[in-house]
């Protein structure tokens, strides 16, 4: 396993996280949510994403007993705040209120002292952006909190933030966590040009397309039985991907993978790597072995030529609208 700095900060991660967004909790039985956070420690994986909403916040506590007994010191373990934990207005959002309780939930669930790094997983329209990040500031400062990121928001409001932390003090903000992969690049035009002149990192999800860049999607075909496009926590975010004309492309791209002897995941997770603002890439897996074989492509480094070809068979179906990374207009 490598490691690389997040953004400008003196923390370094490991190229390849583990997050546990659709499996622990909800799509798999703890006793393999726990195996492959095993397969993980042993394939050199430290870093750890999770969220205080995922699995209604059962991933938590599964990570939480996953990573019982390791050395902290040795991990990183990122976790994020803003959709709803529970059914009033305050449940949600990034009030100082929220920010707090939720951070409190969090640490308890994951059964620490603190986090590495704590997320704003969306923009929150309605509260002022000096709350929030006085909130987190003020997490810092107490040292429950290491660093502060933000996940999937646009380059204007991550300016914005920036701006409001200097003129006021504040921490920076070291991260932004969006999707990126071959098929959906939105950051490329405007995200990545600012983070890396203000020094944040990407730390990013869905680098394998929700698995559609496995190949094991076919085109006219059904998906599989256990697919994550059958499965209704994750299903819905993959059925846009589903059309002949991306999946025919998608095919495309395994001689290139076989040319490099590498597995489809493998090439996939390798190329968002490529992007030297990219400060790791988040995997998923409900089983070990899919650990196994994704951790295979830190280091791999991936040719201009090849990178030209990927382009070429992918073509018109990659997604590049900066548009595209919004936030609900209101609190969910």
Not at 19 to 43: K, M, P
Not at 69 to 88: A, D
Not at 167 to 194: A, C, H, K, T
Request: aromatic share 6%; net charge negative; charged share 25%.
């Amino acid at each position: 396993m490598e490691f690389r700095r997040l953004g400008r900060s003196g923390l370094k991660v490991s190229e390849i996280s583990y997050g546990n967004w659709i499996t622990h909790g909800s799509q798999v039985e703890e006793d393999a949510a726990r195996d492959c956070v095993a397969a993980a420690l042993d394939e050199g994986i430290t870093t750890f994403d999770t969220a205080d909403v995922y699995a209604g916040t059962k991933a938590e506590e599964v990570l939480g007993r996953a990573l019982k007994g390791q050395r902290r010191e040795s991990l990183e373990i990122f976790t994020k705040v803003y959709w709803p934990t529970g059914p009033t207005p305050n449940n949600r959002g990034l009030s100082r209120k929220h920010i707090f309780e939720s951070i409190h939930g969090s640490l308890r669930r994951l059964q620490t002292d603190y986090v590495d790094l704590y997320q704003a997983h969306r923009f929150d329209f309605e509260t002022p952006l000096e709350e929030t990040l006085r909130a987190f500031d003020d997490l810092v400062r107490q040292g429950k909190v290491l660093y502060v990121g933000v996940s999937e928001w646009t380059a204007d409001q991550i300016a914005q933030a920036l701006r409001i932390a200097d003129e006021m003090g504040f921490d920076r903000l070291v991260s932004n966590q969006p999707q990126y992969s071959m098929l959906w690049r939105v950051i490329e035009e405007e995200v990545v040009p600012l983070c890396e002149k203000e020094g944040l990192g990407q730390i990013v999800w869905s680098p394998i397309a929700q698995g559609v860049l496995t190949g094991k999607y076919l085109p006219g075909q059904p998906p599989p039985a256990g697919s994550r496009a059958t499965d209704p926590s994750g299903g819905g975010f993959i059925g846009a991907m589903l059309t002949d004309d991306l999946l025919t492309r998608v095919q495309g791209l395994k001689p290139i993978a076989a040319d490099l002897g590498l597995s489809m995941a493998q090439l996939a997770v390798a190329w968002v790597l490529q992007n030297p603002n990219v400060s790791s890439a988040i995997i998923g897996a409900s089983r070990p072995e899919q650990v196994r074989d994704n951790v295979k492509a830190s280091g791999v480094k991936l040719d201009a030529d090849v990178l030209a070809k990927i382009d070429d068979v992918l073509g018109p179906v990659v997604e590049r609208d900066p548009r595209k990374t919004v936030s609900p207009a209101r609190r969910p």
